[in-house]
């Protein structure tokens, strides 16, 4: 079966880190653009990073964020410092085929920041 399945989510404290995985199964990520999405309650889901050749992040989180990727691993992985409130939702990876229409979601993690 061809899936990404997320986990690390948690409940932190302000300016506590955590680093979210993201696996894939069934295939492998050497062909995919990987990025991390998250929604936060009553709001659309927005981009936060992504990774290719190269990586980007959202003005949100530049500098506090870190994505890398390990094909041989086929796992993605999103490393939150100094994380706040404004952190809290559900986070989701998505795989996009450089080649072709496939795309993968995965079922996402919440992460929750509070004091």
């Known amino acids: 079966q061809l899936q990404l399945v997320e986990s690390g989510g948690d409940l932190v404290q302000p300016g506590g880190s955590l680093r979210l995985s993201c696996a894939a199964s069934g295939f492998t990520l050497d062909y995919y653009v990987i990025g991390w999405f998250r929604q936060a309650p009553g709001k659309e889901r927005e981009g936060v990073s992504c990774?290719?050749?190269?990586?980007y992040y959202a003005d949100s989180v530049k500098g506090r964020f870190t994505i890398s990727r390990d094909n041989a691993k086929s796992t993605i992985w999103l490393q939150m410092n100094n994380l706040s409130p404004d952190d809290t939702a559900v986070y989701y990876c998505k795989a996009v085929a450089r080649m072709g229409p496939r795309v993968y979601w995965g079922q996402g993690t919440q992460v929750t920041v509070f004091s």
């Open positions: 990774i290719s050749s190269s990586t």
